[in-house]
């Protein structure tokens, strides 16, 4: 499995702005996976784009894929106070790795009132 | 239809017990991963099951470490002799494995282990 690197550590916005996030990661993939984290607990799946996938939409959030320069971003729009979490990508292998996710630092997101 | 479970969500024990935790995946799901995450820590996986296959344990970090798998069903992870360094929340997940690639992987809410 490889690790995903998130970026940057930390964002701080006001309610109402977008947050944009970042991921890179280092060997091929079969897809990447976004999940977000509330107070250290309960993982929550986002959004998973395949490695053929430019570009994909769920309600507010847009993440794109390029995978020449093996990176990924997470763009949230319209950002609530509810979206302050922990934001982590998951590339994933496929293949021998079996799925294994590894999770970097995160991307720290407070969204202010 | 019901998410991952988990059991207890919450454990203190005594340094040197054994404790079992409980893991009930998403039915259907064939592929049933462990994972610890230490407090500000990123996700360290531990074992991974998927159908009748050997388990991969290869995340395991100790022989005091282990787990099973009934099935496709309901897994246990095991710690014995427990010591302060295991304290952490230790999260379940399962997935669907579609065409070998195994697909988004659904987390349980955990279970907070601390270990006085």
């Known amino acids: 499995s490889q690790q995903g690197e998130e970026d940057p550590q930390a964002l701080s916005i006001q309610e109402g702005e977008n947050a944009t996030m970042n991921c890179s990661y280092k060997t091929s993939i079969n897809n990447l996976q976004w999940y977000r984290q509330n107070s250290g607990r309960g993982l929550v799946h986002l959004i998973l784009i395949r490695s053929n996938e430019r570009e994909k939409h769920s309600g507010r959030l847009r993440v794109t894929l390029d995978t020449s320069k093996k990176s990924s971003s997470l763009l949230i729009t319209a950002s609530r106070a509810a979206d302050t979490a922990s934001y982590f990508c998951a590339p994933n292998a496929g293949g021998t790795s079996y799925g294994k996710l590894t999770f970097g630092q995160g991307t720290i997101l407070t969204v202010h009132p | 239809g019901a998410g991952v479970s988990q059991s207890p969500s919450n454990k203190v024990t005594e340094k040197g017990k054994d404790v079992e935790l409980r893991c009930d995946p998403i039915s259907g799901h064939t592929a049933l991963y462990w994972y610890r995450q230490r407090l500000g820590q990123g996700l360290e996986f531990l074992i991974y099951f998927q159908g009748n296959s050997a388990p991969d344990k290869s995340g395991l970090p100790s022989d005091r470490f282990s787990a099973e798998r009934t099935g496709e069903s309901v897994s246990t992870l095991t710690i014995q002799r427990t010591q302060q360094e295991d304290s952490a929340v230790y999260l379940c997940?399962?997935?669907?494995?579609?065409?070998?690639?195994?697909?988004?992987?659904?987390f349980g809410p955990g279970t907070r282990l601390l270990v006085l």
């Open positions: 997940a399962s997935s669907l494995v579609l065409a070998g690639n195994q697909e988004t992987q659904y």
